[in-house]
């Protein structure tokens, strides 16, 4: 049915979000402060209750320590609607100037949970295993064992309390200092760059949008400059991530961590021969990835493939798609799947749950947020009537149908590691993408839709395992000292020839300086913040592939799955609902293939549209 997709209609503008409901009058509401007035009294009340508990775990104790951890689930659980509520305001008028205030309040209670969560922990690693086990027996705190267990591990993992709270303490102005002193550095960086004889003053961001130019001088014009910008900053940009770097090292010799990967594989709750699996897989897609740039260098017209032509389009795609339109669209496509996943997205648009208007004072981007204890979610977006707005619609109803499945769970049973919060995001993607790719019949449509699928394994693949085997090296080479800027230089090169195998242009293809201008060399809150992605992207395409094969049966199996995210290991979650060993390479092997299926089809109408 072609007519879905390929028809320029006039759209009516994309609806805004219910917020009324939640807590009546924004950020102002008299609701939302009384809600928040009681959750700090009852923190200070927990407070005083962990100091009255009894540090050890007697019989006698179990009672009152099983009130006091479930006492404190619930406070996380009202923090976390409190939080959500006032980012929904603030993004949805970014100078909601009390709305930030009150941010910045829900953060600091947010911050004195965690330090009862730390207290927490601690306290559950001086337990010996035998109460330890009997306490994890109560069926009142059954289905929360595994978080309770993972804090007790972690916790043992690390130094003395006293120490750790030492360590957080100065963290504040030492190591997440460095990682806001570079987001000053990349925020006062504005360069002038000339466009249709206009001259604009732009942001680092806003440059590097412009390697989405179609206009290769475009793109190759604004790589320059923002490499002479990055080269103007780099020395600063070296000394911050070394710091950082030796502050992070530091810490994990005290903690006695071997590896910088523990840190990263915790956060995911993987395992590293897990990791080095999926990787080993990527590495043979690479002869299909040189075969899709090859095809795309021909539409572009270049020889040379460069840093900046990674996101270049090809094909045109200029259908139309309202709000309505795209969310009528991807109930159909979830239905032929799961009744129950588009029952409940038809839910979400009914009762407007996402904000979708276009209109100026917005904050950029999307997300999908949950509203854990009313049982419901809400999604931020601005909706640009075209084929990418729907398919992030469809993947932050993805995000959403995740929360829905762990309603009924308890708060901290619902908390999933990043490697496996994008499943079922990803899943609804590729459901909706490769459904508007079998409706799709002019050749420049069909071109568009396939560079858009083959782009996200090329990126994820190449580009973020340059990001990855970059960390690696740097952390090895930091365990000796300070690198050179030049050096980082040197390393990023070596990893990028490495990753990318030759695609990009050995003299003018590189983007040595990628260590300074991508963020999230320079995160904080969580190191090696590349493979995840990857991860994520190739768990989802596992469960789709799966899915495609076994139809409707397979959606029960999707949602069970989906509702144990957050209570085991990812391996665990693989072995259990999907039968597979992750630290093998079989799931692996046909996640790859499968996510370079379209290869084939793609060279093909390169060569019969030229
Ligand atoms: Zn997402």
Not at 404 to 410: A, E, Q, Y
Not at 498 to 516: K, N, Q, T, V, Y
Not at 528 to 535: D, H, I, L, Q
Not at 549 to 578: C, I, N, W
Request: with cysteine; hydrophobic share 40%; charged share 25%.
């Amino acid at each position: 049915m072609e007519t879905n997709i390929a028809t320029a209609t006039t759209v009516k503008p994309a609806p805004r979000w219910d917020l009324e409901s939640v807590f009546p009058g924004g950020s102002g509401s008299t609701e939302y402060k009384i809600f928040r007035d009681k959750v700090r009294v009852d923190l200070d009340k927990a407070k005083k209750a962990f100091a009255k508990l009894p540090t050890k775990l007697a019989p006698a104790a179990e009672a009152q320590w099983i009130r006091f951890i479930l006492e404190f689930q619930r406070l996380g659980e009202h923090l976390g609607l409190a939080r959500s509520f006032v980012h929904c305001c603030i993004s949805e008028k970014v100078t909601d100037e009390l709305g930030h205030a009150i941010f910045g309040e829900v953060d600091m209670m947010i911050a004195d949970w965690f330090t009862l969560h730390n207290g927490l922990e601690a306290l559950f690693a001086k337990q010996a295993d035998k109460q330890w086990e009997k306490l994890m027996a109560n069926p009142k705190i059954a289905q929360i064992k595994f978080r309770l267990s993972e804090m007790r591990t972690l916790a043992k993992e690390k130094m003395a309390p006293e120490l750790e709270a030492l360590a957080l303490e100065l963290s504040v102005n030492g190591y997440h200092a460095w990682a806001r002193l570079y987001d000053k550095i990349s925020g006062e960086i504005t360069v002038d760059f000339e466009e249709a004889g206009k001259v604009e003053k732009l942001s680092v961001g806003q440059l590097q949008n412009k390697f989405n130019s179609p206009d290769r001088a475009i793109r190759q014009r604004a790589f320059v400059k923002f490499e002479e910008a990055w080269n103007s900053r780099a020395t600063l940009a070296a000394s911050a991530l070394n710091y950082q770097g030796g502050f992070r090292l530091s810490l994990y010799k005290n903690r006695n961590w071997k590896s910088p990967l523990h840190e990263p594989l915790r956060i995911n709750r993987l395992q590293e021969k897990t990791l080095n699996a999926m990787w080993k897989a990527v590495a043979t897609t690479l002869p299909a990835m040189k075969k899709y740039i090859e095809a795309k260098k021909k539409l572009l017209g270049i020889d040379r493939f460069c840093w900046y032509d990674q996101f270049a389009p090809v094909g045109k795609f200029e259908a139309r798609f309202g709000f309505e339109e795209a969310g009528d669209l991807v109930v159909k496509h979830l239905a032929s799947f799961s009744d129950e996943m588009a029952e409940f997205s038809r839910k979400a648009l009914n009762n407007r749950w996402i904000e979708g208007e276009d209109r100026p004072g917005k904050a950029d981007g999307g997300f999908c947020t949950g509203l854990n204890l009313i049982k419901q979610s809400r999604i931020f977006m601005t909706y640009a009537d075209d084929f990418g707005s729907m398919t992030t619609l469809a993947h932050e109803l993805g995000h959403a149908y995740h929360q829905w499945v762990l309603k009924d769970i308890p708060y901290l049973a619902t908390e999933y590691p990043m490697g496996l919060a994008e499943t079922a995001s990803i899943f609804n993607e590729l459901r909706v993408t490769d459904a508007a790719l079998k409706e799709v019949t002019d050749p420049q449509q069909k071109l568009m839709l396939l560079d858009q699928i083959l782009q996200q394994p090329f990126i994820l693949f190449c580009n973020i395992y340059a990001r990855f085997l970059f960390d690696r090296s740097f952390y090895a080479e930091r365990q000796k000292g300070a690198l050179s800027r030049a050096r980082l230089d040197e390393l990023m090169v070596a990893a990028q020839k490495e990753a990318f195998a030759g695609i990009l242009d050995p003299i003018e293809g590189h983007h040595r300086l990628f260590w300074a201008s991508k963020l999230h060399f320079f995160y904080t809150e969580a190191p090696f913040y590349n493979f995840p992605y990857t991860f994520g992207y190739l768990f989802a395409g596992g469960v789709y592939e799966r899915a495609s094969r076994e139809g409707k049966a397979f959606a029960p199996k999707y949602r069970a799955m989906l509702q144990d995210t957050g209570s085991m290991t990812t391996e665990e979650v693989a072995k259990k609902h999907l039968g597979v060993n992750l630290t093998r390479d079989d799931f692996w092997t046909a996640a790859v293939s499968n996510s370079v299926r379209y290869v084939d089809e793609f060279c093909a109408l390169a060569n019969s549209t030229m």
